[in-house]
């Protein structure tokens, strides 16, 4: 059973940099073709993919989150980690960490940007900005 579990702080203040990591156990995230995924979801809003590392270690954002995003990952932890800097009130939101194959079911290459294809999500962390 793949699980994935989101750590970070809960409040952070403008302008400040959060870190968000992803502990992942069940699976390993070198493992080939799959993408490992940050997609938040405001208050009232719907879920926004933010960016994905490949099991390759190839990183993949959101080109209106790029210049301020960041993903790596530790191997040796079974971790991967966002980075998100200048926050803003408009970045509150839950923090979701979630897995996507490469693949579907009739070998179509999926497409990662998007949440409805990753198949195994952490069960979410609430970030809140606010001085």
């Known amino acids: 059973q793949v699980q994935l579990q989101e750590s970070g702080p809960g409040l952070v203040k403008p302008s400040q940099i959060v870190s968000l990591t992803c502990t992942v156990s069940g699976a390993s995230i070198t493992t080939g073709h799959y993408y490992w995924g940050w997609i938040r979801q405001p208050p009232g809003k719907g879920r926004q993919w933010m960016g994905a590392i490949a099991d390759s270690g190839k990183t993949y954002y959101s080109p209106s989150l790029k210049n301020r995003t960041s993903i790596s990952r530790d191997t040796s932890k079974n971790q991967f980690t966002l980075q998100l800097t200048s926050m803003t009130p408009e970045d509150t939101a839950v923090y979701y960490c979630?897995?996507?194959?490469?693949?579907?079911?009739?070998?179509?290459?999926?497409?990662?940007?998007?949440?409805?294809?990753?198949?195994?999500w952490g069960q979410g962390t609430q970030v809140t900005v606010s001085s």
């Open positions: 979630a897995r996507a194959p490469t693949f579907g079911t009739a070998g179509q290459i999926l497409d990662v940007t998007h949440p409805i294809h990753y198949d195994y």
